[in-house]
């Protein structure tokens, strides 16, 4: 098994040439690609009242503080894993050096279910909202799948060009989503919000308003895409020291901007009144946008407007990103045709598996249009959802595998809490959350009950899938099975 001995960096069966561009991204860059795709504009605005309304109203900021504290412990483990392991494949590649080459395979078709899901589904609300903020700033009106059609192309564009420009992109857009909800966020405390400023909602009692399961679901979901550090690690510059602190970094960013955000946003409608409140909106997800007007004015609600449709453009390029570098690398080691890991000569961009993905995006986007189906409630809550599923189960499964990998290789980090106390915790609690998923997908996603079990059974069969791939590479070319999710120099 390409398991059992310590790792050892290999250089890759095809020529230099078709690698990642060495060395062309740092912390900064890394830290935007990764809160670019957890969208925290969108996360606030979208994401935000809903687990409000349907979890535990004000208590949302505590239940925030909690998620970010479970993922900065899946951190520890992740963080020791990248350290020694660099790869493209991320949760694949781990998954093989801890599991073993059958259970990377399964992760690694998981793992293009995760990101492609999550993109895709992205593409619905984007569409839906970039298409209402045409008619009610232009007066135009444009069905949702013509704005989505022309953002696959721009970031099919983007995705082909070198990893610097995306990066440049995603660095402007993030920075500005971060600005205007800060400004709201001082504007109610400014002005003492609805009722004074406590610390409320962070009561024992708010927390466990409610539902707390489907808020911590609803919070769990919002740093999808935190993981992706590691998926830049061949292109990062010393990627021993700037992985893991893009992780943590991002972590911590993303988790205090929520966290702070949500008891602000509480304030702002008063925690005895924010679920009622909610409750009486037509359509919760115009909740941040009323305390922008209440508290700020009509200008800045006009900017939130706009740079939430930059924000989902945002994380529609990071989630690209991701998934055209998993079929690189799975192209690369051939568990996937070789043709995906290859580079483009001039930009060292994995512009082939950048093509499939849009191609795949280009093939739903037209299928959930012709279906007539809303490219919210439908192709957005499904997908994304979906997407979230997979990403717990990933998490748990490399949790597994950090403690399996040090166990084999202890002379490679030192600290038994670190490596294996920590990751072991951190995977029972992310079973437990898959498993609350399961349970509440149908509540989470609007679904029928039909395909509230289709969905979540659609990560048996990409598993399985996966699974049979690795397996028959093992007996067609073992030399290449060896060396699935090696170290890549």
């Not at 009242?49 to 208590?59: C, D, K, R, T, V």
């Not at 990103?321 to 290859?342: D, I, K, Q, T, W």
């Not at 600290?415 to 959350?433: E, H, N, S």
């Amino acid at each position: 098994m390409n398991n059992s001995s310590p790792v050892v960096a290999i250089s890759s069966p095809l020529p230099p040439v078709h690698e990642l561009r060495r060395g062309a991204l740092g912390v900064a860059a890394i830290t935007f690609f990764v809160v670019s795709a957890a969208a925290p504009l969108t996360a606030v605005a979208g994401g935000a009242p809903i687990a409000m309304l349907l979890g535990n109203g004000p208590g949302l900021a505590g239940a925030y503080a909690l998620v970010t504290l479970a993922v900065l412990l899946f951190s520890v483990g992740y963080t020791a894993m990248a350290r020694n392991i660099s790869n493209s494949g991320g949760f694949y590649a781990f998954t093989v050096q801890g599991c073993g080459g059958i259970a990377g395979g399964a992760a690694a078709l998981l793992a293009l279910l995760a990101y492609n899901a999550m993109q895709i589904g992205i593409y619905g609300l984007f569409g839906a909202a970039t298409s209402a903020w045409l008619l009610a700033d232009f007066q135009l009106t444009v069905p949702w799948w013509v704005c989505t059609l022309g953002a696959v192309g721009v970031i099919a564009g983007l995705g082909y060009r070198n990893v610097d420009l995306s990066a440049r992109v995603l660095g402007l857009l993030v920075a500005a989503e971060f600005l205007v909800v800060l400004v709201l966020d001082v504007a109610i405390l400014r002005h003492g919000g609805d009722g004074g400023i406590s610390l409320v909602p962070f009561a024992p009692a708010r927390l466990t308003d409610g539902s707390l399961s489907i808020a911590l679901l609803f919070c769990f979901a919002s740093f999808v895409g935190f993981e992706a550090s590691s998926i830049y690690s061949e292109e990062a510059s010393n990627p021993r020291r700037t992985i893991p602190r893009a992780t943590y970094l991002s972590v911590i960013l993303i988790g205090a901007f929520y966290t702070f955000t949500t008891w602000c946003m509480a304030l702002g409608a008063g925690p005895d009144k924010v679920t009622a409140l909610l409750a009486g909106l037509a359509d919760p997800n115009t909740f941040l946008f009323s305390l922008s007007d209440r508290y700020v004015g009509g200008g800045l609600s006009g900017a939130m407007r706009i740079l939430f449709v930059t924000s989902l453009f945002a994380a529609l390029l990071a989630f690209h990103n991701a998934v055209a570098r998993y079929f690189f690398a799975l192209g690369r080691e051939r568990l996937l045709p070789l043709c995906l890991g290859r580079t483009h000569d001039d930009h060292q961009s994995p512009h082939f598996g950048s093509a499939v993905q849009s191609v795949l995006a280009l093939v739903m986007v037209v299928l959930f249009a012709l279906a007539g189906l809303d490219p919210v409630l439908a192709m957005f809550s499904w997908l994304t959802n979906l997407g979230a599923l997979a990403v717990m189960a990933l998490m748990a499964l490399t949790s597994l595998s950090v403690v399996l990998f040090f166990r084999r290789n202890p002379r490679l980090e030192t600290g038994w809490l670190r490596i294996q106390l920590v990751p072991a915790l951190a995977g029972v609690i992310l079973v437990v959350m898959t498993g609350l998923a399961v349970v509440n997908f149908g509540l989470l996603t609007g679904a029928s009950s039909a395909l509230a079990l289709a969905l979540p059974a659609s990560l048996l069969v990409a598993a399985g899938v996966g699974a049979v791939m690795a397996a028959r590479l093992r007996r067609v070319a073992p030399a290449f099975y060896a060396e699935l999710g090696s170290h890549r120099d």
